[in-house]
T-cell receptor, first 116, second 113 residues
Framework: GESVGLHLPTLSVQEGDNSIINCAYS??????FIWYKQESGKGPQFIID?????DKRQGQRVTVLLNKTVKHLSLQIAATQPGDSAVYFC???????????????FGQGTILTVHP | NAGVTQNPKFQVLKTGQSMTLQCAQDMNHNSMYWYRQDPGMGLRLIYYSASEGTTDKGEVPNGYNVSRLNKREFSLRLESAAPSQTSVYFC????????????FGNGTRLTVT
């Protein structure tokens, strides 16, 4: 089946900078996307989601952008902090009218390192 | 409110041994899932339960069985462990079918020697 992938496996930024993590997906039928943060020794933590009828969604210090034309998803973190250091995963769900029961397909992850 | 709780946190098995991984959620979610996470492979779905009383295979179900004991609990059983099942296992739940975020536990780290 089709899968979600990430352009960059690692990203290093300075504290206070903005971070952008990218994700490419290849399944045009995917209609729901999620970003997760995973810290060492913990399970993935939900950050933000977006449905395919939207181009942009904002949360607290995070913004997700969806470009369906080129099948691209990005996560922007404003004023990145050392506590943001983690592995970030994008995931897609082929909604099919809500029958996919959360069978998410995950990318391999991007390691974000924030230097003080 | 603990969210999703998994036990045990760590386990070492010998090849051929059996064990059950426990998972419970206190968010009154309908759907529950078992994923495994391997280096370079991301998270892969083993089994899921869309609602109490139902279970279905995911992407990598071979060598596993599951039981949805009640709405809160969803267990994963390895009948005859193999070294290829060395992994970190995550249980997750979501509040409705389809497009809603999954909430994950902190995982069980299993080593099969």
């Amino acid at each position: 089946g089709e899968s979600v992938g990430l352009h960059l496996p690692t990203l290093s930024v300075q504290e206070g900078d903005n971070s952008i993590i990218n994700c490419a997906y290849s399944n045009s039928a995917s209609d729901y996307f999620i970003w997760y943060k995973q810290e060492s020794g913990k399970g993935p933590q939900f950050i933000i989601d977006i449905r395919s009828n939207m181009d942009k969604r904002q949360g607290q210090r995070v913004t997700v952008l969806l470009n369906k034309t080129v099948k691209h998803l990005s996560l922007q973190i404003a004023a990145t902090q050392p506590g943001d250091s983690a592995v970030y995963f994008c995931a897609e769900n082929i909604g099919a009218g809500g029958t996919s029961y959360g069978k998410l397909t995950f990318g391999q992850g991007t390691i974000l390192t924030v230097h003080p | 409110n603990a969210g999703v709780t998994q036990n045990p946190k760590f386990q070492v098995l010998k090849t051929g041994q059996s064990m059950t991984l426990q998972c419970a959620q206190d968010m009154n979610h309908n759907s529950m899932y078992w994923y495994r996470q391997d280096p370079g492979m991301g998270l892969r779905l083993i089994y899921y339960s869309a609602s109490e009383g139902t279970t279905d295979k995911g992407e990598v179900p071979n060598g596993y069985n599951v039981s949805r004991l009640n709405k809160r609990e969803f267990s994963l059983r390895l009948e005859s462990a193999a070294p290829s099942q060395t992994s970190v296992y995550f249980c997750a739940s979501s509040d409705r079918q389809g497009n809603s975020p999954l909430h994950f536990g902190n995982g069980t780290r299993l080593t099969v020697t």
